[in-house]
Structure formats: C-alpha cells, structure tokens
C-alpha cells in the first residue's frame, strides 16, 4: 500500500470514525472497518482486510469500554456472559469464514447488515429494565443468543457489535444506551478471537492496524459523549444505529456484486 501522508492520514482518518462510531452506537466500527480496508485504504485481499479491522475494532472497543462504564453505561454480568460464550461461537465462526471466498463472503455480510436495519426498527428496549431486575433464565437466554452471535461475528470477520446489540435488546430488554456500553466488551473480545485466528493464518497488517487504533482513541471519546447526550432523546439511537447499518448494507453489497459479476 501507498506510505504517503495523505494516505496515512486517511488510514488514521479511517480509524477516527471506526472509534467514533463504537463509542456512539457500539457496532458502526465493525461494520465500517472491513469496507474502509478495501475501499478507502486500498487494501486489496478482504481476509488480511478482515484480520487487520478485527484486531483495530478490538482495541478500540475495549478503551471505548472504559468511557461508557465511567459512565455507568455497562451491565457487567450480561457484558461477561456475551464474551465468553459469543468468544466460543467467534472462534468457531471464523473459522469457517476463512475457507469462503472472500467477496462471496462480503456478499452475504452485506445481506445479514440490512436484515439487522429492518429487526432494529422494532427493538429500542425498556427503560423501566434494571440490571438487578433480570433473572438466571434471562441470563441464559442471553448466552445462547451470544453464542449465536459469537458464529456470526467470527463468520464475517467483525467486532459484532452491530449483532451484539440488538442481541442484548432482544434477549433482556435493556435501554438502548445500556446496550451499547454493554455490548463493547464482547465486541473487543469476538474481535481479538476473530484476529488472533486470522493472525496464525498471516491475515494481519499489524502497521496498519496501529494506525487505525491510533486514530480511533480520539474518535471513540467524542462518540462515547454523543451517545450520552442522545440517550436523553428517545429513539436518537435507535434511528443512527439502523440507518447507518442500512446504507453501509446497501454500498458492500454494490461492490461486492460487482466484484462478483467480474469474477464470472
């Protein structure tokens, strides 16, 4: 790749708004990293794309963790039962992922994404849920959605947090807000599982993951105070969260097709 500034800049660049978006909706970054690898910084194999943005949304995810729980954001139980069980179904899931092609693989992340904008427009949780209010079945039902995710994060090669919230509203009816700080530790753990697998196979640019986390420290502070100030408006989180799922959908698939038709 390019080592000019401009194109270390737009590396950075690229990295301020995958940390921007973890710390705002808890799973933008991971759905933007895999599509800015390819599309913006010019990598040009989607599985060192997938690797690389695994390890960068990691990171990310895991210091954007710390803002939301200064901020009382995070449920620690439901957060541990979502990483460990969603670690197992990433290893799991990217596993798999790696023996698919890789734009066919781009293809249906693009599908699942916009299946993912319609179910959000029907889940913005309960406020009047406590952490102290759910129960051992509910914890349970969270585990298996977990480990439901964890498949389909590794599979895709993403954080998850963009399944792992709505899993979290779908399985004990948290506010939104509490999702999203919730969600970020299982979104740095999927990811690091997701890495670590791709990085024994050689699928990480560890210079370019630098760079991405770098940038994605200052985004992830400034979408961490965006997310505490919209969880005052009903549904503000809600509606980004699933518009922006929805046009990132709508572009991987363009471009996946596209590279498909090529191919044929």
Do not use: E
């Not at 509490?178 to 969600?183: E, I, Q």
């Amino acid at each position: 790749m390019d080592g000019s500034l401009p194109h270390l800049l737009l590396t950075i660049g690229s990295g301020s708004l995958i940390g921007f978006t973890l710390g705002l909706i808890g799973g933008g970054g991971s759905i933007l990293a895999t599509p800015l690898l390819l599309y913006a910084v010019g990598m040009r194999d989607v599985h060192m794309a997938i690797g690389t943005g695994a390890l960068a949304v990691s990171a990310n995810a895991y210091l954007n963790l710390i803002g939301h729980a200064i901020r009382g954001h995070v449920w620690w139980r439901c957060a541990w039962t979502f990483a460990i069980a969603g670690a197992i179904g990433a290893y799991l899931g990217s596993s798999l992922g790696k023996l698919i092609n890789g734009q066919s693989l781009l293809f249906m992340f693009g599908l699942l994404m916009m299946f993912v904008s319609f179910v959000m427009g029907r889940s913005d949780g309960h406020s009047d849920v406590t952490a102290q209010s759910l129960t051992i079945k509910t914890h349970r039902k969270t585990g298996m959605v977990a480990l439901c995710t964890g498949v389909g994060s590794g599979f895709f090669g993403i954080g998850g947090g963009f399944l792992i919230v709505p899993g979290l509203l779908l399985s004990t009816s948290m506010p939104l807000i509490n999702a999203v700080g919730t969600s970020l530790l299982a979104v740095g753990t999927f990811g690091l599982t997701t890495a670590a697998n791709y990085a024994v196979s050689g699928y990480v640019d560890w210079k370019t993951a630098g760079y991405f986390i770098a940038g994605g420290v200052g985004g992830g502070v400034v979408g961490t105070m965006s997310a505490s100030r919209l969880a005052c408006h009903k549904n503000a989180l809600a509606r980004i969260f699933r518009w922006v799922i929805f046009c990132v959908s709508l572009y991987v698939l363009w471009r996946s097709a596209s590279s498909l038709q090529s191919l044929s």
